[in-house]
Structure formats: structure tokens, C-alpha cells
């Protein structure tokens, strides 16, 4: 059972670990809904191989303390008191790079989904999506795919079959690469690029690594926004400075 920490100077609420074998992965929940947070959480611990390591209403007192915790993958709202989702992301990417983020929220303007994915998350999910559909995206975004419901999934294929080019902001990407980032943007990971595009996982690797190289770019999130920016899509994030 989910003991919720009183201290007027914490805002994080902390889980007990269910029992499993192996290495759990660990997740995090920032949302400002109390009733979404609890099922969140409830719905991750009762997963096997999966724990939440912390919940918080909202990003700031995330930010003070989500980066010691270091989780695999958080699940972050947009739409929250002080701080947005986006700007949150922005700034936890910054002290964590390698966790995952994936926003769990109602929007799915154009706006919020580049913007989210600009700030640095690999997923965007609907609140309306199935539990199975948030479990599935956990372990996706922790196996290095880009967790996407449809619906948001076809306003990136979209950008991409209206403006995709030879080139993204100069930059000269073999037909191949141009395969693999479009199959990015589409949510596949390596294993499954592989398979669609009937050629090896090694080679798979081979081209994101060039893809990354020639866009100067270190995740398949910051090759798909180096696209996007030269659509005219992308949005600034806001920076405020971290809360003491």
C-alpha cells in the first residue's frame, strides 16, 4: 500500500517495491491529478519487473528530488500547476539524459506533441489509453522505442510525408537513413526497423549512428525534432531556473 509522505516540504509519495526476479524496471509519475497518480502507480507496481521508485503533483518539487532516483522511465503530464510538463521535461532531460520520458495527457494538438518532443521526450500517450497500452509503452521507451498512441503517431508520419526531403537543414541523408527516420518517427525500434526494412539489427545501428552523426544529435527524439525544426514546427521551451 502507497505511503504518502505529510511533510509540507515534500510532495513525493513513495511505494513499497513488489517482488520479482531480475532487474525491475523503474519508473516515475508526475501528475497532478491525485486520483490518476494513485492509479498510475498502482497499475506500474502491480506489473511484474516493473517499480515505482515516486509520484509528485507537480514538476518543480519533481526536479528537486526525481534526479537522485534516477529512474528508467518517467511518465509526465503536461497541463500541471507552476510548471508544465514540457518545460519539466526540458530540465530533467538536462540532469538525467538517459531516462525516458513519455507524456501521458489529453492534448494532442500539433503544438504540445512536437514541443513535448523537442524538450526531449521519446513517447506521447493519451490519458484515454488502455492500462495495457501504457505498460507496453514503458518497456518500449526503456528498449529505446518512441511509444506513440495512433492517433499522435499519424500527425508525425504526416509531417513527414508532406515535407520530408532529401536533406534536413542541409543535411544529406542517404535514401536508407531517410527510411530509418521516418520509421523512427512512426514509434519502431531497431529490431522491428529491421525486419520492416529486411535487413540486419548491426545494420540498423550502423545507420542511426550515421543519422545521429550527420544531424549532431544523440537520440532518435533529437534526430526526429532536427527534422521537424526545419518544418517550421518546432516551439521553444520556456527555461526557468531549477527551484531551490
Same mark, same amino acid.
Given at each position: 500500500?502507497?505511503?504518502?509522505?505529510?511533510?509540507?516540504?515534500?510532495?513525493?509519495?513513495?511505494?513499497?517495491?513488489?517482488?520479482?526476479?531480475?532487474?525491475?524496471?523503474?519508473?516515475?509519475?508526475? +501528475?497532478?491529478?491525485?486520483?490518476?497518480? %494513485?492509479?498510475?502507480?498502482?497499475?506500474?507496481?502491480?506489473?511484474?519487473?516493473? %517499480?515505482? @521508485?515516486?509520484?509528485?503533483?507537480?514538476?518543480?518539487?519533481?526536479?528537486? +528530488?526525481?534526479?537522485?532516483?534516477?529512474?528508467?522511465?518517467?511518465?509526465?503530464?503536461?497541463?500541471?500547476?507552476?510548471?508544465?510538463?514540457?518545460?519539466?521535461?526540458?530540465?530533467?532531460?538536462?540532469?538525467?539524459?538517459?531516462?525516458? @520520458? @513519455?507524456?501521458?495527457?489529453?492534448?494532442?494538438?500539433?503544438?504540445?506533441?512536437?514541443?513535448?518532443?523537442?524538450? &526531449?521526450?521519446?513517447?506521447?500517450?493519451?490519458?484515454?489509453?488502455?492500462?495495457?497500452?501504457?505498460?507496453?509503452?514503458?518497456?518500449?521507451? %526503456?528498449?529505446?522505442?518512441?511509444?506513440?498512441?495512433?492517433?499522435?503517431?499519424?500527425?508525425?508520419?504526416?509531417?513527414?510525408?508532406?515535407?520530408?526531403?532529401?536533406?534536413?537543414? &542541409?543535411?544529406?541523408?542517404?535514401?536508407?537513413?531517410?527510411?530509418?527516420?521516418?520509421?523512427?518517427?512512426?514509434?519502431?525500434?531497431?529490431? +522491428?526497423?529491421? +525486419?520492416?526494412?529486411?535487413?540486419?539489427?548491426?545494420? @540498423?545501428? &550502423?545507420?542511426?549512428?550515421?543519422?545521429?552523426?550527420?544531424?549532431?544529435?544523440?537520440? %532518435?527524439?533529437?534526430?526526429?525534432?532536427?527534422?521537424?525544426?526545419?518544418?517550421?514546427?518546432?516551439?521553444?521551451?520556456?527555461?526557468?531556473?531549477?527551484?531551490?
Amino acid at each position: 500500500m502507497a505511503q504518502v509522505l505529510t511533510s509540507p516540504a515534500r510532495t513525493q509519495e513513495s511505494y513499497s517495491s513488489a517482488p520479482g526476479a531480475g532487474r525491475q524496471i523503474t519508473v516515475a509519475v508526475v +501528475e497532478d491529478n491525485p486520483g490518476l497518480r %494513485r492509479s498510475l502507480t498502482r497499475l506500474i507496481n502491480l506489473e511484474t519487473g516493473m %517499480r515505482c @521508485v515516486g509520484a509528485w503533483q507537480d514538476g518543480q518539487s519533481a526536479l528537486i +528530488e526525481m534526479p537522485a532516483l534516477k529512474p528508467d522511465v518517467v511518465l509526465m503530464d503536461i497541463n500541471m500547476p507552476n510548471m508544465s510538463g514540457i518545460e519539466c521535461t526540458a530540465r530533467f532531460k538536462q540532469l538525467c539524459p538517459d531516462t525516458q @520520458v @513519455v507524456m501521458v495527457t489529453i492534448y494532442e494538438d500539433s503544438e504540445n506533441v512536437f514541443s513535448a518532443l523537442q524538450a &526531449g521526450a521519446c513517447g506521447y500517450l493519451l490519458k484515454r489509453s488502455a492500462p495495457e497500452t501504457i505498460i507496453e509503452a514503458i518497456r518500449e521507451a %526503456r528498449d529505446g522505442g518512441s511509444p506513440m498512441t495512433s492517433q499522435i503517431a499519424r500527425k508525425v508520419v504526416d509531417v513527414f510525408q508532406t515535407n520530408a526531403a532529401p536533406s534536413v537543414a &542541409g543535411v544529406e541523408l542517404a535514401p536508407r537513413e531517410k527510411e530509418v527516420l521516418e520509421l523512427f518517427a512512426k514509434g519502431f525500434v531497431n529490431k +522491428e526497423i529491421a +525486419e520492416k526494412l529486411n535487413i540486419s539489427y548491426l545494420t @540498423v545501428k &550502423g545507420y542511426t549512428k550515421s543519422i545521429y552523426e550527420k544531424l549532431h544529435v544523440h537520440s %532518435r527524439s533529437e534526430a526526429l525534432m532536427k527534422f521537424v525544426s526545419t518544418q517550421g514546427l518546432a516551439v521553444d521551451v520556456p527555461h526557468r531556473p531549477l527551484p531551490h
